[in-house]
């Protein structure tokens, strides 16, 4: 059975650094497009914040380009989002997934962006 563990949130003050981590077990994920999501209590769907390709390549919301990077590390099966420079509106609890075909969400990790 696949596991999606999210860590490394918490409480930054506005413009501060947080580093996600996403720890994938039960699928070998190297072939697959991975995705970093993120949902608000006001919002019914999540949202793709930012995507990794087994080829590296990345795509970001145009609300967080810039500030977040995306990264991988197959031999850890293990997923990673960096963010720089946060905003208050980035306050959310944050998923990853598979993008292609989501399979059952984690628990998330909550992001609080406040001074």
């Known amino acids: 059975q696949v596991q999606l563990v999210e860590s490394g949130g918490g409480l930054v003050k506005p413009g501060g650094s947080l580093r996600l981590s996403c720890a994938v077990s039960?699928?070998?994920?190297?072939?697959?497009?991975m995705g970093w999501y993120r949902q608000t209590p006001g919002q019914q769907q999540r949202e793709l914040v930012a995507?990794?390709?087994?080829?590296?390549?990345?795509d970001y919301a145009s609300s967080v380009k810039g500030r977040f990077t995306i990264s991988r590390d197959n031999g850890k099966n293990e997923l990673i989002l960096q963010m720089d420079n946060l905003r208050p509106e980035d306050t959310a609890v944050y998923y990853c997934?598979?993008?292609?075909?989501?399979?059952?969400w984690g628990l998330g990790t909550k992001v609080t962006v406040s001074s």
């Open positions: 039960g699928r070998f994920f190297t072939d697959y497009r």
């Open positions: 997934n598979f993008v292609s075909n989501p399979l059952e």
């Open positions: 995507d990794i390709r087994y080829d590296f390549r990345t």
